[in-house]
């Protein structure tokens, strides 16, 4: 569930009480703006360990298209916000039909500009 940093923090603590999460992951420079939060504050900048330095045996994932794979808060703009779960499988169609319309090239990138809390993010 991604969590805006720019947002109010009413907005976030109000999301955070509504779904409880074991673990927030974040930031090294961001962990003040969660002093209220009860689970364990994973900084990515500095808990997880960089790519090189992993172990390097692939595991298989277990999941399944139908598994939830985001939840998203509306605006609340006609009553509270409401999480909303995305499924696996929704993400993926998405990405099918973005690359088999708009295909890459190899010398070519994208510049992806969009909050994090928006389903296009995803």
């Not at 962990?31 to 689970?39: I, K, T």
């Amino acid at each position: 569930m991604p969590l805006d940093p720019n947002f109010p923090q009413e907005r976030l603590r109000f999301i955070l009480d509504e779904i409880p999460m074991p673990v927030l992951v974040s930031r090294l420079s961001l962990r003040q703006q969660w002093p209220d939060y009860a689970g364990h504050v994973l900084c990515v900048d500095e808990d997880i360990p960089r790519h090189d330095e992993a172990e390097n045996d692939p595991q298989r994932s277990r999941v399944d298209p139908a598994h939830p794979a985001y939840i998203l808060f509306t605006s609340g703009s006609t009553a509270r916000p409401k999480g909303v779960v995305g499924l696996h499988r929704g993400a993926l169609n998405r990405l099918r039909w973005m690359w088999q319309t708009y295909p890459f090239t190899d010398d070519e990138m994208c510049a992806h500009k969009t909050s994090l809390n928006f389903v296009d993010s995803v």
